[in-house]
Structures are given as C-alpha cells and as structure tokens.
C-alpha cells in the first residue's frame, strides 16, 4: 500500500512538471523573435494582422503580426494566462564523436 502511494505521487509530480509555468511567449511555438531589437519586441504568429491595404491596392503582403506584448495584455486575444500557448519543442541533432587520436595515415 505504501509503495502504491509513493508511485501515484511520483506520477502526480511528473504531469504537474509537464506544464510550463509561467507560460513565457518566448518559449511558444507561435512567437517570432525579433532577432535585431530583442525578445521583448517579439511577435506572435498565432494573431496575423488584417491585411486592409490589399483591399486598396490589389497587392497581397505578407500578414503582419501583433507585438506579443500587446497579445498577452488582452484578455481579449492570449491574455495574461497565455490562452494559445503551445510548448516549443526543438529537435536537437546529436553528432557522432571523431576521435582525432586514432591517426591511421602513413607518412
């Protein structure tokens, strides 16, 4: 019975450290950073602008996004629970080691 109960603990803690807290837009798959001017001039993908000049001119840009500032302060958009998060996943590459040591060439 104890090791039961020490297992389902074990197992609430793992979910609970599956959700990020806080929910940081710079670690969401829907944030562009702003490489030149920094992180906290970054936007979100997830709220693409209305693009109003094509209806004037005929000429379709590419979308504009919203400063992720401004999404994040309207409960109206992400808000400051961060509505639309999703967790950015990055696939890291491992590369086999060369060991340079091992020199099998002739002179």
């Known amino acids: ?29 829907y944030f562009i950073d702003n490489n030149l001017a920094g992180p906290e001039y970054g936007k979100c993908s997830y709220y693409p602008l209305n693009n109003t000049r094509f209806l004037v001119d005929g000429k379709n840009d590419m979308f504009g996004y919203r400063y992720a500032s401004v999404t994040r302060g309207s409960n109206n958009l992400c808000g400051h629970e961060g509505k639309h998060y999703k ?10 080691k060369v060991d340079n040591n091992n020199d099998t060439s002739t002179i």
């Not at 967790?87 to 086999?96: D, E, F, G, N």
């Open 87 to 96: 967790k950015k996943y990055v696939k890291k590459v491992i590369l086999p």
């Open 1 to 29: 019975m104890m090791v039961k109960s020490i297992l389902v603990s074990i197992f609430i803690m793992l979910c609970n450290a599956l959700h990020t807290k806080p929910k940081l837009c710079i670690n969401c798959k």
